[in-house]
């Protein structure tokens, strides 16, 4: 991934959208739908990956928009 990868959080009662590394977030919103909203064109621009957590705590899918290759090597 060339970019920062952005994720999806839980942030008490909200769900927050924070840049890998950062201490602070990038936004703080009233469901997980409009901060994926938010946090999507942020990974798509950075070539970054997204990844998203679940109510449970669990990151629970991930999405990427770096040059993955493809197929990828194994």
């Known amino acids: 991934m060339s970019g920062k990868n952005q994720y999806v959080v839980r942030h008490g009662s909200n769900w927050g959208v924070r840049g890998e590394g950062n201490s602070r977030l990038t936004g703080v919103f009233d469901t997980q739908q409009e901060a994926i909203e938010r946090a999507k064109p942020i990974a798509q ?3 970054a990956e ?8 669990k990151f629970r899918e991930a999405w990427s928009y770096g040059n993955d290759p493809c197929p990828p090597k194994g």
């Not at 997204?50 to 705590?57: A, E, M, N, P, S």
Request: charged share 35%.
């Open 45 to 47: 621009r950075e070539g």
């Open 50 to 57: 997204l990844r998203i957590q679940g109510g449970d705590g």
